[in-house]
């Protein structure tokens, strides 16, 4: 089992930054890929940011250029470091692990973009 604990939501201005933070633990040497998820009000999960055991990232047209997921494998945290923010980037914002065949979530963290 995996145990993911995300920090570092919270009220900004559109414009603003956020960092986010996903510490791991549990048998964290099963995990292979990480990423960051966020579903609106209304609307589906969608993948924002991924990365894999080995540094490759990819992410979601919509943030390109203005967020940026990095990894401490030391820490076993993952960060989703998000800049120029929008309104809609308002979100619960959810830390994802995958590895062996086993899928883990976190509890949430809400990012509220204000104009």
């Known amino acids: 089992q995996v145990q993911l604990v995300e920090s570092g939501g919270g009220l900004v201005q559109a414009g603003g930054s956020l960092r986010l933070s996903c510490a791991a633990s549990?048998?964290?040497?099963?995990?292979?890929?990480m990423g960051w998820y966020r579903q609106a009000p209304g609307k589906q999960r969608e993948l924002v940011a991924g990365i894999s055991s080995g540094g490759r990232t990819n992410y979601a047209d919509s943030v390109k250029g203005r967020f940026t997921i990095s990894r401490d494998n030391a820490k076993n945290t993952v960060y989703l470091q998000m800049n120029s923010l929008k309104p809609e980037d308002t979100a619960v914002y959810y830390c994802n692990a995958y590895g062996l065949g086993n899928i883990y979530w976190g509890q949430g963290t809400q990012v509220t973009v204000f104009s």
């Open positions: 549990g048998s964290i040497l099963s995990i292979a890929n």
